[in-house]
């Protein structure tokens, strides 16, 4: 059984950093993308950031570009999102998610259970 486990989310004040972590299990990993979804209080939830097993990445929100770096650790199949420049708008609960390489991030095959980041002014 697939498992996503996600750690590092918190609270900390705007123009802190904090990293999280997605830690997947229970299959191979080495067909599957990983990334990062967000969702704010009210909002829909949006694709932040994927990467592919050799370490391609992308980036979907031009809000975070510069700031946020994905990264990927295959041995571990650990994903991660270090944050830096943090602001309130970035609040959210910040889901992990694996998708079939050749699949859109619209097609998510596996999610985590998510862990909340929040931005204090």
């Known amino acids: 059984q697939v498992q996503l486990v996600e750690s590092g989310g918190g609270l900390v004040q705007a123009g802190g950093s904090l990293r999280v972590s997605c830690a997947a299990s229970?299959?191979?990993?080495?067909?599957?993308?990983m990334g990062w979804f967000r969702q704010a209080p009210g909002k829909e939830r949006e694709f932040v950031a994927g990467?592919?097993?050799?370490?391609?990445?992308?980036y979907n929100l031009d809000s975070v570009k510069g700031r946020f770096t994905i990264s990927r650790d295959n041995a571990k199949n650990t994903v991660y999102l270090q944050m830096h420049s943090l602001k309130p708008e970035d609040t959210a609960v910040y889901y992990c998610?694996?998708?079939?390489?050749?699949?859109?991030?619209?097609?998510?095959?596996?999610w985590g259970q998510g862990t909340q980041v929040t931005v204090s002014s």
């Open positions: 998610a694996v998708k079939l390489r050749g699949n859109n991030w619209s097609t998510i095959n596996y």
């Open positions: 229970g299959r191979t990993f080495s067909s599957y993308d």
């Open positions: 990467i592919t097993l050799s370490g391609s990445s992308t």
